[in-house]
């Protein structure tokens, strides 16, 4: 073992493993030449093994990059620091620095997704680290909160983008193509399962393809046999009915042909499960992979519904019926390190824990790809079915903001063998955009979904995976994948673990700094005053604005109860007597919606759900206000942009009278848009509740005598659940529906109330941190300052700006 490797060791915080290293012989030569193999026999534990193969691998890549004065300057790490006050005590060599050649900024998209970046990130960690061992081991409030905040600095938002569309349509070659992992996904001829949730991250722990199988409970199970048992009956014709195939299906794939001599009870027994261990002990399944081929051969069972002749050799039974969600973790891939893509079924599932998943990442999708084969995009009803039923749930209900309808398998097209490459490419141009002006079209006659979203919300792509990965008669741009990837990148670029960390480190430091200085005691005093006063007039600025809201939501609630009244009878009569159900189908479906409580989501057909179906004339109502007051597009913000143009004029301040208070000022600025964002982001999730109140409510009021009607057996079974339901509704219309207002009202005010208070409380706390608190034991960390700053300018200096860095 050599210097090098006990120096690199220490510096990455892992010199307890020096003497293992030391034990097997590994110098610098050795060191750059370790594989993952290695490595987990060096470090058998997860945490600092993926640690070191991190800086490991950036280490490699330093060695090999031309920018030899970034990374020189990037690993000098966290400067030596003592515990003293002594400002002399350690300083940056800004002198040598400066006498050297300035560097010119690297554009920004240069360094977004590169080794620079995450050496950045690393390097601040590292300084962060540093401030925190000197901070003083008082207990008061100042050294409370800057521990607290170091310790909380790091934040990875992910933006969820949902794929829909059926089986056949494409999401699979899609996904493949613009994360440009051609195997990962298993498509062409293979039929996707109709219930499995599949998400596709990056894996930023290790270099392996990995993927999670996350099960649903034996409990789950139980219940669900019941639902599919209770499709079978003993009716003639009911092989020709569409849920009936689908739980034949689920039962053989996941039993053979056991089940048809067997209970639900019998089918729960340990020996169908042995293959599984993990399903019994409610555990998910971790499987590893160097290929992303490997992984999906070994994923089959749990995914497929079919599968090849080649896959399906050694499998016997299939799983996905007891799958919730199988999470794809791809290595070293830059469209997915703040993305995940969703494969979503259609309309959620009939098992509660899948679909109340499926809700929930349905209302997390920023964005939204409907995908659809181009020639039958505009004309497909399973499509546009998808998003006129989750639309509620995308926008109002959701944060949706965008929703890309994409034509796949645009290459499509009868060429001649005599005809140029330039005249099937204009033909299939020319095809495309025909597409896009059908499918516009469409779109432009969905009223639901126009409630929900605006025509700049939606796009039209038409893309060739095929093309795309073997480019053969088109331009790759003019597939439009580049399209899709760039606007995954995008994503990415928005919601930087680098940027965010540092912003967080630059304003921790600013206040620290400020704190430590002894000066313009007078002018503290009265910068305080100043923002105090700022800051009552700026809170009346939010409270008035969103009384005027909840006023506007008392009203239309109001109108929305009077209607819902006498309106209920209609739709009382549209969901007990459908006219395209006879008796004997209807009285098991009947029986599946009382049993789960008015819901009822069939895989092959749309779901069934009474409560929102009561619910719908209150939604109304209220849809316009919602949509106006908790926008997804934009950038007003909430309750018509008052949190966002909340500001305390640091800015203003920020002159030569207040120069003494500079740094206490910029902290002050950067926590005022730290609160914001907190605030926006509780504000997204607590609308969605909000929005799902009025539903919730009424399914509370119903459950009683759905309870009621699911007791009933035998003849005039199914008489006897519709006069249950109808007798309750006609009892409890008059109140059932002003308790949703209600409900709905008191959320808002609770929302109000939280929002002034957690304004007011924050921000008053930051003003007595920064400018009132006696910080005698602070230490000088005007270096650190320094140097964090200079990373900050370098990640958000613009792609245009040719200007100079340089630290004075």
């Known amino acids: 073992m050599d210097d090098f490797v006990r120096n690199k060791l220490t510096e990455?915080?892992?010199?307890?493993?020096?003497?293992?290293?030391?034990?097997?012989?590994?110098?610098?030569?050795?060191?750059?030449?370790?594989?993952?193999?290695?490595?987990?026999?060096?470090?058998?534990?997860?945490?600092?093994?993926?640690?070191?193969?991190k800086r490991l691998r950036l280490l490699k890549e330093e060695q090999n990059t031309t920018n030899q004065e970034t990374s020189e300057s990037s690993a000098e790490g966290c400067p030596s620091t003592s515990k003293t006050n002594d400002k002399g005590k350690r300083k940056l060599d800004l002198q040598g620095e400066s006498s050297q050649s300035p560097a010119r900024k690297q554009p920004r998209e240069d360094i977004q997704g590169t080794y620079t970046e995450e050496v950045i990130l690393?390097?601040?960690?590292?300084?962060?680290?540093?401030?925190?061992?000197?901070?003083?081991?008082?207990?008061?409030?100042?050294?409370?909160?800057?521990?607290?905040?170091?310790?909380?600095?790091?934040?990875?938002?992910?933006?969820?983008?949902?794929?829909?569309?059926?089986?056949?349509?494409?999401?699979?070659?899609?996904?493949?193509?613009?994360?440009?992992?051609?195997?990962?996904?298993?498509?062409?001829?293979?039929?996707?399962?109709?219930?499995?949730?599949?998400?596709?991250?990056?894996?930023?722990?290790?270099?392996?393809?990995?993927?999670?199988?996350?099960?649903?409970?034996?409990?789950?199970?139980?219940?669900?046999?019941?639902?599919?048992?209770?499709?079978?009956?003993?009716?003639?014709?009911?092989?020709?009915?569409?849920?009936?195939?689908?739980?034949?299906?689920?039962?053989?794939?996941?039993?053979?042909?056991?089940?048809?001599?067997n209970s639900p009870e019998n089918l729960l027994d340990k020996k169908y499960f042995k293959e599984i261990p993990k399903f019994l002990n409610s555990k998910s399944k971790i499987l590893r992979c160097d290929t992303a081929k490997e992984l999906s051969a070994k994923l089959v069972k749990y995914t497929r519904s079919e599968s090849k002749e080649e896959d399906a050799k050694d499998v016997k039974r299939l799983y996905w019926p007891l799958v919730k969600c199988v999470t794809f973790r791809v290595p070293n891939n830059r469209l997915l390190q703040h993305v995940t893509l969703v494969d979503l079924p259609g309309n959620g599932d009939r098992n509660k824990s899948r679909d109340t998943m499926w809700k929930k990442l349905v209302g997390s999708c920023s964005t939204v790809w409907i995908v659809a084969e181009i020639n039958r995009a505009a004309s497909e009803k399973e499509s546009w079915e998808i998003l006129e039923e989750s639309c509620s749930l995308m926008g109002n209900g959701g944060e949706c903001q965008q929703i890309h309808f994409i034509c796949t398998k645009s290459d499509h097209f009868e060429d001649s063998d005599d005809q140029s490459a330039a005249g099937v490419r204009a033909q299939i141009l020319k095809q495309n955009e025909q597409?896009?002006?059908k499918v516009r079209a469409q779109f432009s006659k969905l009223k639901e979904v126009k409630n929900q979203f605006s025509e700049d919300c939606f796009k039209v792509f038409t893309v060739s995976s095929k093309e795309f990965l073997k480019t053969k008669r088109l331009d790759p741009d003019d597939t439009e994948i580049p399209k899709l990837q760039k606007f995954l990148q995008d994503l990415n670029d928005c919601h930087s673990e680098t940027l965010n960390y540092v912003s967080g480190a630059r304003r921790i430091l600013s206040l620290i700094q400020g704190a430590s200085?002894?000066?313009?005691?007078?002018?503290?005093?009265?910068?305080?005053?100043?923002?105090?006063?700022?800051?009552?007039?700026?809170?009346?600025?939010?409270r008035e604005p969103m009384e005027e809201t909840l006023m506007a939501f008392e009203r239309c609630l109001s109108e929305g109860v009077e209607t819902s009244k006498s309106s209920c009878y209609k739709v009382l009569k549209s969901v007990l007597y459908p006219t395209k159900k006879d008796g004997g189908a209807f009285h098991r479906i009947l029986k599946c919606v009382v049993q789960n409580g008015g819901i009822l989501k069939t895989n092959k057909g749309k779901s069934i759900n009474f409560n929102m179906r009561f619910t719908s004339c209150l939604i109304e109502s209220i849809d316009e206000e919602f949509k106006k007051t908790f926008p997804n597009e934009g950038n007003s913000g909430p309750f018509n942009g008052v949190i966002n143009t909340f500001s305390l004029g640091t800015e203003k301040l920020m002159n030569k009278e207040c120069e003494n208070v500079k740094l206490q000022l910029t902290f002050l600025k950067t926590e005022e848009e730290k609160m914001k964002t907190k605030l926006n982001k509780l504000i997204r999730e607590r609308k969605k509740t909000i929005y799902s109140s009025l539903t919730?409510?009424?399914?509370?009021?119903?459950?009683?005598?759905?309870?009621?009607?699911?007791?009933?057996?035998?003849?005039?079974?199914?008489?006897?659940?519709?006069?249950?339901?109808?007798?309750?509704?006609?009892?409890?219309?008059?109140?059932m529906f002003a308790q949703a207002k209600h409900a709905m009202m008191k959320q808002l005010r609770d929302l109000k109330l939280e929002i002034l208070e957690e304004l007011e409380s924050t921000m008053q706390?930051?003003?007595?941190?920064?400018?009132?608190?006696?910080?005698?034991?602070?230490?000088?960390?005007?270096?650190?300052?320094?140097?964090?700053?200079?990373?900050?300018?370098?990640?958000?200096?613009?792609?245009?700006?040719?200007?100079?860095i340089c630290i004075d």
């Open 122 to 261: 690393s390097d601040v960690k590292n300084i962060m680290s540093c401030v925190l061992d000197i901070l003083p081991d008082q207990d008061d409030k100042l050294n409370k909160f800057l521990k607290n905040n170091i310790k909380h600095l790091e934040t990875d938002k992910r933006e969820v983008v949902g794929v829909f569309g059926r089986t056949g349509a494409g999401k699979s070659s899609l996904i493949n193509a613009v994360i440009e992992e051609q195997e990962l996904l298993p498509s062409g001829s293979i039929s996707a399962c109709t219930s499995v949730m599949i998400k596709v991250e990056a894996n930023m722990r290790n270099s392996k393809y990995e993927a999670e199988i996350e099960f649903i409970t034996k409990e789950e199970w139980k219940e669900e046999l019941w639902t599919l048992f209770n499709f079978l009956g003993d009716n003639e014709n009911q092989e020709k009915d569409e849920d009936y195939e689908d739980s034949v299906e689920k039962l053989s794939v996941l039993y053979g042909e056991e089940w048809r001599n």
């Open 517 to 542: 200085s002894r000066e313009g005691a007078d002018i503290k005093t009265t910068v305080c005053k100043e923002l105090e006063k700022k800051l009552s007039h700026e809170l009346d600025k939010v």
């Open 696 to 735: 919730t409510t009424i399914e509370e009021t119903m459950k009683p005598c759905y309870d009621r009607a699911k007791e009933f057996r035998g003849e005039g079974m199914l008489t006897n659940m519709r006069e249950t339901i109808e007798i309750h509704v006609h009892v409890s219309k008059d109140v």
């Open 12 to 53: 990455w915080n892992l010199s307890e493993w020096i003497q293992t290293f030391k034990d097997h012989k590994v110098d610098k030569e050795s060191l750059y030449c370790l594989e993952d193999h290695h490595i987990a026999a060096l470090i058998p534990i997860v945490g600092p093994q993926s640690t070191f193969q």
């Open 435 to 437: 597409a896009k002006t």
């Open 765 to 804: 706390e930051s003003i007595e941190l920064s400018l009132k608190t006696d910080g005698d034991s602070i230490p000088d960390v005007s270096v650190e300052l320094q140097m964090v700053e200079k990373y900050y300018n370098e990640l958000t200096k613009s792609p245009d700006d040719d200007a100079i």
